[in-house]
């Protein structure tokens, strides 16, 4: 039987940095993933680095959203340091379109809600805008501009963090899930996997959404299917610099030269089927925004199934279950969330402290609004 100082469940991005920066420190990392580790939602995504809050309801994401940022160059250096790869780190800034309805209200309320939770946001007319983007629609009224987003590469990114790990020293397993917490009364001992046992004096939860099957870990990351459904195209008459919005629709360019557009947000279980409903949608709002991607080609199609919890915020932290930790939740931030949450789960092992206020993300927060409810 493996043993191991820290046993991770789940190979993504968040699972993978977490093994990076605890293998860093010196610990004996081992990572098992049920599949090829990196090939779900991870895999799956449009790779943006955006703090931007959607909506006020995202607000209490912003500490650590922020935090993440402002980690990422230096993170971004060591994974291309220790592996060699490019994983296309593009700081360009993104625009968001406004195509219709109250313009100036519009433009007031979400640079005012940028504005206060410190982000930088710029409104511009349509005639700026096209100055910086000039393929965008003819139809558009004004746009706001965010200098500070960024994106990479998202599979080339989290196969290098998974690399990074591995030369580090984690040792990776793939096609060897945990089925289970092993847990000996108030101590969690390790995880029980498909094939055998692996122990460990800190457990790590980072399955994504697949984390609430692992039995034992559900009370404490309740997390479920969200699935998005993504398309990559590439035209050769259109050349995007920024990532570019209007409503629910993205298009991230690549520095290979394709565009992906997204996405959906299914509550369809663990279902990756994509559909004619979700392509249409997207590609409606991608020539919305971008007519002259009429001409573009399909180069291809997916689906990613992202991890939602009961509130949509992140589930990072301890439990009430001796060295069991959780780190899931991530819903749509997943990659922008990775060197934060691979920082603050490391301090914690490590140091028994963390550097940010993490206690509106704490797994205990479903296990004691369960109490309430029982009470």
Not at 342 to 357: F, P
């Amino acid at each position: 039987m493996n043993s191991f100082d820290v046993v991770i469940a789940g190979g993504g991005v968040i699972g993978g940095s977490i093994a990076l920066e605890l293998a860093e420190g010196g610990m004996k990392v081992g990572l098992y993933d049920a599949r090829e580790p990196g090939r779900e939602a991870s895999w799956a995504s449009a790779g943006m680095i955006s703090p931007a809050p959607e909506s006020p309801a995202m607000i209490p994401y912003m500490p650590i959203s922020l935090g993440s940022v402002a980690l990422y160059p230096e993170f971004i250096k060591r994974v291309e340091e220790v592996t060699g790869k490019n994983v296309g780190y593009r700081k360009s800034g993104a625009l968001d379109a406004i195509l219709a309805g109250n313009v100036q209200e519009e433009l007031s309320t979400i640079i005012a809600l940028q504005h206060g939770v410190g982000l930088r946001a710029e409104a511009l007319s349509a005639e700026q805008a096209r100055e910086l983007e000039p393929a965008l629609t003819e139809e558009i009224e004004a746009a706001i501009f965010r200098p500070d987003e960024a994106s990479l590469d998202n599979r080339v990114f989290t196969d290098a963090v998974l690399e990074a790990a591995r030369i580090k020293g984690a040792k990776i397993f793939a096609g060897n899930g945990a089925s289970a917490v092993w847990r000996e009364r108030q101590r969690a001992k390790g995880l029980i996997l498909e094939q055998g046992r692996v122990e460990a004096k800190w457990t790590i939860i980072a399955a994504g959404c697949f984390s609430a099957r692992i039995e034992g870990a559900a009370p404490y990351a309740p997390v479920f299917p969200a699935k998005g459904q993504m398309v990559a195209l590439r035209c050769e008459s259109v050349s995007l610099r920024h990532v570019l919005w209007v409503d629910h629709t993205y298009l991230v360019p690549r520095s290979d030269g394709r565009i992906i557009a997204g996405s959906t947000i299914e509550r369809t279980g663990f279902d990756h089927d994509v559909t004619a409903g979700g392509i249409q949608k997207i590609l409606g709002g991608a020539l919305l925004l971008v007519p002259a991607l009429e001409k573009a080609r399909i180069e291809e199609t997916w689906a990613g199934l992202r991890p939602d919890s009961p509130d949509h915020l992140p589930i990072i932290g301890p439990t009430d279950i001796d060295g069991l930790l959780v780190a899931t939740g991530h819903f749509r931030s997943g990659i922008l969330l990775a060197p934060i949450t691979a920082r603050l789960i490391g301090e914690w092992v490590m140091k028994q402290r963390v550097s940010l206020d993490w206690e509106r993300f704490s797994p205990m927060r479903f296990m004691e609004a369960s109490r309430r409810r029982d009470a």
